[in-house]
Nanobody, 127 residues
């Protein structure tokens, strides 16, 4: 079992940056592939970025490529999402997710592939 806690959200203007963090506790952090998802009001939860257990593989949804960077510090049991050049359409609740097992170089992009979720952190981008 792993517990996930997101932080770093807030209200910002378009064009600025934010860094989200996801702190994990419980089982060994390197046991888990990790991902970031977001959910805007009235919309389904959608994939944002994923990273493998080793951190060697990452993947992004097209709308954030070149602006967002996912990373993990296995020594600190923490995953990050660096978000640059934020846009109003990035407004959502951002969730981190974890799943155990699989190859150290695999990442996962579907919500049903993740067993553990944080409580979410709100990101609001004003125009």
């Amino acid at each position: 079992q792993v517990q996930l806690v997101e932080s770093g959200g807030g209200l910002v203007q378009a064009g600025v940056s934010l860094r989200l963090s996801c702190a994990a506790s419980g089982r060994t952090f390197t046991s888990y592939a990790m991902g970031w998802f977001r959910q805007a009001p009235g919309k389904e939860r959608e994939f944002v970025a994923a990273i493998s257990r080793s951190g060697s593989s990452t993947f992004y949804t097209d709308s954030v490529k070149g602006r967002f960077t996912i990373s993990r510090d296995n020594a600190k049991n923490t995953m990050y999402l660096q978000m640059n050049v934020l846009k109003p359409e990035d407004t959502a609740v951002y969730y981190c997710a974890a799943r155990s097992g699989g190859s150290a170089s695999y990442y996962y992009i579907n919500t049903n592939q993740y067993a553990y979720w944080g409580q979410g952190t709100q990101v609001t981008v004003s125009s």
